[in-house]
């Protein structure tokens, strides 16, 4: 049972654009959600991260957004650039745990 | 700065056969962890660790073995392959005793393994 999902498997988006990348969990015990990027044939490497006591953190081109009540958080990168092509995943944890739940990943094309 | 290194990063198995996936950090992390991935599945927790001696399941545990002897090494072991563990395998670690100390984890580039 996925508790983490990605409901979009691939986006493509023109360079200067604005790409949002989508996230939805189940299990409402989730308190803290990041986001993780990567390349072929490398390991993911972590972008951005939300605590649930918040609804939005930024880091220059990169904003996480947290929607509780949806139980629903997205990315956006503006402006996006060819070199933001790659696998972005999203997890979530809980208070009490030491593991993540990872998404399915969202490939992402930034077209020149 | 080596991070975390992953060998071998290419297997072919048959059914049936065994084999240990290394895992080494140089960060003196405590928490490492395997991951597999799988199309459609995103990254699902096999077996982590809080420290050296400290083992515990994830998600998908079953088939696979750990052992945390040091503070540098987390090998996975497959003890009889079966194809439904053709995969790509990523260890990670983490500051402190677990991931939600930094929200971070430190992962190798990935073993792909082939189980026929």
């Known amino acids: 049972d996925q508790q983490v999902k990605q409901n979009s498997p691939s986006l493509s988006v023109q360079e200067g654009r604005i790409s949002i990348l989508n996230c939805d969990y189940t299990?409402?015990?989730?308190?803290?959600f990041l986001w993780y990027k990567k390349y072929p044939a490398e390991g993911p490497t972590f972008l951005i991260s939300i605590s649930s006591i918040k609804d939005k953190n930024e880091d220059g081109r990169f904003t996480v957004f947290l929607n509780k009540s949806a139980k629903h958080l997205s990315l956006h990168i503006v402006p996006s650039q060819p070199g933001d092509s790659a696998v972005y995943f999203c997890?979530?944890?809980?208070?009490?745990?030491?593991?993540?739940?990872f998404g399915t990943g969202t490939s992402l094309t930034v077209i020149p | 700065n080596a991070g975390v290194t992953q060998t071998p990063k290419f297997q072919v198995l048959k059914t049936g056969q065994s084999m240990t996936l290394q895992c080494a950090q140089d960060?003196?992390?405590?928490?490492m962890s395997w991951y597999r991935q799988d199309p459609g599945m995103g990254l699902r927790l096999i077996h982590y660790?809080?420290?050296?001696?400290?083992?515990d399941q994830g998600e998908v545990p079953n088939g696979y073995n750990v052992s945390r002897s040091t503070t540098e090494d987390f090998p996975l072991r497959l003890l009889s392959a079966a194809p439904s563990q053709t995969s790509v395998y990523f260890c990670?670690?983490?500051?402190?005793?677990?991931?939600?100390?930094?929200?971070?984890?430190?992962f190798g580039e990935g073993s792909r393994l082939t189980v026929l």
């Open positions: 960060m003196n992390h405590e928490y």
């Open positions: 997890a979530a944890s809980r208070p009490t745990g030491n593991q993540f739940y």
């Open positions: 660790s809080v420290g050296a001696g400290i083992t």
């Open positions: 299990n409402s015990m989730f308190d803290y």
């Open positions: 990670a670690s983490s500051y402190g005793a677990g991931p939600l100390n930094t929200g971070e984890l430190f």
